[in-house]
């Protein structure tokens, strides 16, 4: 492979914009660890931060053709602080969606038996979607999720980019919210084989 570490940010561009992957992944190895750093002081989530920059390289990846930026390295912490904001935008909503519920099943007790076999019923419907998946994405979903691997684990263990992950991640995420609903996805994992 192409040592390309003596190139500046502007040349790395350059090179990006014809599609050279050594050039991107030259660009992530200089910024990747400094915008995790960087974003996990703010989230104090090690696997969301980590999500957050890989992300910011993905749309970097995509839109590589289109960017036109003279200070990258302001353009990827810009774009770290936006997604940050997101991130957190986003938890306060699970976080009300929480609490709605929370209060629901405190105002609407209900036998404990009838609980046992609703949420049995709920996880086997979950499980069902999940099985839906295609392969690949059921085991990365499934290594991440239920076996709480990082995204570097994952790759490791399957011999894939961390990027392909967290595609996977996502894609399963958005499958399964639009299967059974955010609301129900929320609950059964914060809830998942917990008794």
């Known amino acids: 492979m192409q040592d390309l570490s003596a190139y500046d940010d502007h ?5 990006i914009k014809r599609d050279n992957q050594v050039a991107f992944e030259t ?4 910024y990747g660890a400094v915008l995790i750093s960087h974003t996990h002081r703010k ?3 090690m696997a969301a931060a980590e999500d957050v920059v890989q992300d910011i390289f993905i749309k970097l990846w995509e839109r590589r053709k289109e ?3 003279d200070n990258i390295a302001g353009y990827l912490f810009t774009s770290a602080r936006h997604m940050v904001l997101n991130v957190i935008k986003h938890r306060q909503v699970i976080v009300r969606y929480e ?3 929370k209060h629901f099943v405190e105002n ?4 404990s038996t009838e609980h046992i076999i609703q949420k ?7 499980m069902a979607e999940i099985d839906k998946l295609s392969p690949r994405m059921r085991q990365v979903f499934i290594l991440s999720r239920q076996e709480n691997l990082s995204h570097q684990q994952i790759a490791d263990r399957l ?8 595609d996977h991640i996502k894609a399963s995420l958005r499958i399964l919210k639009t299967k059974i609903g955010l609301i129900l996805l929320l609950i059964l994992w914060s809830n998942h084989f917990n008794g």
Do not use: Q
């Not at 040349?11 to 090179?15: A, F, G, I, K, Y």
């Not at 609407?108 to 036998?111: A, D, F, S, V, Y």
């Not at 049995?120 to 979950?126: F, G, Q, R």
């Open 11 to 15: 040349e790395l561009m350059d090179l």
């Open 27 to 30: 660009l992530f190895d200089r």
């Open 43 to 45: 989230l104090l989530d």
């Open 67 to 69: 960017i036109n930026c």
């Open 99 to 101: 609490k709605d519920f």
């Open 108 to 111: 609407h007790p209900i036998n």
């Open 120 to 126: 049995k019923e709920l996880e086997a419907i979950l």
């Open 159 to 166: 011999g894939i980019s961390k990027f392909t992950v967290n």
